[in-house]
């Protein structure tokens, strides 16, 4: 892949069908655990409950995805994950995603969008404090590996 532009414009659309290999393949590439296998993805691509957000900038139509869980009765979303292709990263792409998912929260009523983040993931919660993201609290051992995770909320 050669260097994207910084002044690429980022788009972001839903999830097709014909995003899934690059989905499981970002998603292998970037987490070592908790990784969503291609079934789940197919499941949630479908889901009332869920929506899969995918990042392109002109011709390049795979550059990062997140995904939103919505609850029945819950007026609180969550960005359940957050991606960019390691070649893209630092150029807006986790931004314009942070963006279309606090727009899908809205749409659909939610007051709030919630998140988990490794307690290490230094880069990551840099961006969700610079959005505008508060910490509200502490999960011990909440990833398999065992590392704690911070919870942020932002209020929309
Ligand atoms: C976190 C992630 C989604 C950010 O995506 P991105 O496309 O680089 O995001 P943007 O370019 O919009 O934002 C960059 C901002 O995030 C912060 N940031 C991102 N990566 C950073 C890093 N490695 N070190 C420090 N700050 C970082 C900075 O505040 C930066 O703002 P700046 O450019 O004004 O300094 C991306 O780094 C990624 O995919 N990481 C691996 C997966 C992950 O950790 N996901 C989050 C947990 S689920």
């Known amino acids: 892949m050669r260097p994207m532009p910084a002044s690429a414009a980022v788009r972001v ?9 690059d989905l499981v393949a970002l998603e292998q590439a970037t987490f070592d655990s908790d990784r969503m ?16 957000l995918v990042a392109s900038a002109n011709h390049r139509k795979f550059l990062g995805t997140a995904v939103v869980f919505f609850r029945a009765g819950s007026s609180v979303a969550r960005l359940y994950s ?14 314009a995603l942070i963006a279309a998912s606090e727009a899908v929260a809205r749409q659909r ?11 290490d993931n230094a880069g990551a919660i840099r961006l969700y404090e610079q959005l505008g ?13 065992g590392a704690d995770a911070w919870r942020y909320e932002k209020t929309l």
Request: aromatic letters at 8%; proline letters at 2%.
């Open 13 to 21: 659309r839903r999830a097709e069908l014909s995003d899934l290999d």
């Open 37 to 52: 296998s291609r079934s789940q993805y197919r499941r949630h691509l479908d889901s009332a409950s869920a929506q899969v």
């Open 82 to 95: 957050i991606a960019s292709r390691p070649e893209a990263r630092g150029k807006g792409v986790g931004t």
């Open 109 to 119: 009523r939610c007051r709030a969008l919630r998140l988990e983040v490794r307690t």
């Open 133 to 145: 993201y508060g910490r509200i609290g502490r999960y011990a051992h909440y990833y398999a590996d």
